[in-house]
């Protein structure tokens, strides 16, 4: 028993104890809540005096803003109203200064006009190359006939018929110079130049052009060599007249020359049916000139035969009279029957070729035509796709197709010459032995007939 009362009084001490700490603990808690409580209102009433001083500073700017754009605002208008006394005081300058030109302004309105007509023609003369600057006084006097404020003084207004007046007399001269020249490849090489006035352009041999930019430039394909043959012998003479092709439209005849296509090209727009074409062509005329030598030969042959009494069998009359000599006892039926046969074995050769010489040149304009419906075809095919907004399309494709009719005259005229020749020259021949074989036949009959009345 005392044991257990010992026990109970251990434990009712420890629980004593332990309250006494948590109220310890409790009380401590309790002091930092307050005095965290008293550190934020002196933080919350530092920061409200901060918030005032604030709110008064902004008040005391927009006091000054407003000032200032109350002050702004006297300004512009005292702006305005300069403005408006400015423009109406620049429109009784205006009016006061066409009073005091009176007809004067309608004279630079005609040197204005003319200025610039002048300019044109200058900015694209042959003549500025070799005389540089002449733009700029054309310029100036331009600028200030165009404007009323700035007016052209006397000499330059006789800059305007001081430039025409070195236009007129440059035309006709001509002048060898040292000049930059593009070149195809988009190199610059410095040569001497010949112009020859205003109409064209040469140098090393070669027709030269003057580009939008005022530069010398080399033809993108020079013109024919009918043209390009004189060139060098023009630039080499010193004295004397020489032949040189001159382009009095300044440039436009010698850009269709330059454009002009090729025999190649030409040929390229007939295509395949254009090469058919002109292979059946050249077959034609191959067999037609071979013909006519034949004939030719042959007829030389028969002309010796009729001056000879022996019958020679290297031609085909020679060969016929070779068949009299052989049947000279035969009765007249059977005589001419074998003369007929003989020139009938010779005409095959002398006819050779002919019959395929006509029909070449009677299917050559066909294909032409063949070629010329198809070409047409492709274009309004063209036309259906793209529309008829660029013509020069449409002419190139018609020409193109126009191309194979051309080929098929080309071949058709001269195989049809060509074949009348040799038919002509294969029928003289024939006739030939055809009248010595009614000689023959004649003479013969009379013999018989002498033969029979003795």
């Known amino acids: 028993m005392k044991k257990i009362l010992t026990s109970v009084a251990i434990i009712a001490l420890g629980l004593t104890g332990s309250a006494q700490a948590q109220d310890a603990d409790m009380q401590s808690l309790l002091n930092k809540v307050r005095n965290g409580t008293v550190s934020e209102s002196a933080a919350h009433k530092q920061r409200e005096q901060e918030f005032l001083k604030a709110k008064q500073d902004q008040q005391s700017l927009l006091t000054k803003a407003e000032a200032k754009q109350a002050e702004l605002e006297r300004e512009s208008a005292r702006l305005e109203e300069a403005r408006r006394?400015?423009?109406?005081?620049?429109?009784?300058?205006?009016?006061?200064?066409?009073?005091?030109?009176?007809?004067?302004?309608?004279?630079?309105?005609?040197?204005?006009?003319a200025a610039g007509d002048a300019r044109s023609t200058i900015s694209?003369?042959?003549?500025?190359?070799?005389?540089?600057?002449?733009?700029?006084?054309?310029?100036?006097?331009?600028?200030?006939?165009?404007?009323?404020?700035?007016?052209?003084?006397?000499?330059?207004?006789?800059?305007?018929?001081?430039?025409?007046?070195?236009?007129?007399?440059?035309?006709?001269?001509?002048?060898t110079f040292s000049a930059d020249v593009r070149l195809n490849d988009g190199n610059t090489q410095t040569m001497d130049v010949t112009r020859v006035g205003d109409f064209v352009i040469v140098g090393d041999g070669k027709y030269l052009q003057m580009n939008s930019k005022g530069e010398?430039?080399?033809?993108?394909?020079?013109?024919?060599?009918?043209?390009?043959?004189?060139?060098?012998?023009?630039?080499?003479?010193?004295?004397?007249?020489?032949?040189?092709?001159?382009?009095?439209?300044?440039?436009?005849?010698?850009?269709?020359e330059v454009e002009k296509p090729t025999i190649m090209e030409r040929l390229d727009q007939g295509g395949l049916i254009g090469y058919l074409t002109l292979a059946l062509g050249a077959i034609g005329v191959v067999l037609a000139v071979f013909q006519w030598f034949y004939l030719a030969?042959?007829?030389?042959?028969?002309?010796?035969?009729?001056r000879s009494d022996v019958a020679n069998t290297n031609n085909p009359l020679g060969r016929v009279l070779a068949v009299y000599e052989n049947n000279k006892s035969v009765d007249v039926e059977t005589l001419e029957l074998k003369l007929d046969e003989a020139i009938l074995k010779e005409t095959p050769a002398l006819e050779r070729f002919l019959t395929l010489i006509k029909l070449i040149s009677a299917v050559a304009p066909l294909f032409g035509l063949?070629?010329?419906?198809?070409?047409?075809?492709?274009?309004?095919?063209?036309?259906?796709?793209?529309?008829?907004?660029?013509?020069?399309?449409?002419?190139?494709?018609?020409?193109?197709?126009?191309?194979?009719?051309?080929e098929g005259l080309v071949v058709a005229i001269p195989t049809l010459l060509l074949h009348s020749f040799v038919s002509g020259s294969s029928k003289g021949v024939i006739h030939v032995l055809e009248e010595q074989s009614a000689g023959i036949v004649a003479v013969h009959a009379e013999k018989e007939h002498a033969n029979a009345s003795a």
């Open 85 to 113: 006394q400015n423009e109406a005081e620049i429109t009784r300058q205006l009016e006061v200064q066409r009073e005091r030109l009176g007809q004067l302004s309608e004279l630079f309105g005609v040197l204005q006009q």
């Open 124 to 175: 694209t003369s042959h003549i500025t190359l070799d005389n540089p600057g002449r733009m700029a006084e054309i310029d100036t006097l331009v600028e200030k006939a165009s404007e009323s404020s700035d007016l052209p003084t006397l000499n330059e207004i006789r800059a305007w018929p001081a430039q025409m007046m070195l236009e007129m007399v440059g035309s006709g001269q001509v002048k």
């Open 216 to 256: 010398i430039s080399e033809l993108q394909r020079q013109p024919s060599s009918r043209f390009t043959s004189t060139v060098s012998a023009f630039e080499n003479a010193t004295t004397g007249l020489h032949a040189l092709g001159i382009d009095p439209t300044r440039g436009q005849l010698l850009n269709l």
């Open 370 to 406: 063949l070629g010329t419906v198809t070409g047409m075809i492709e274009t309004f095919q063209a036309i259906t796709l793209f529309g008829t907004g660029d013509p020069s399309q449409m002419a190139g494709g018609i020409s193109a197709a126009l191309m194979t009719t051309v």
């Open 297 to 306: 030969l042959v007829t030389g042959k028969v002309k010796k035969q009729i």
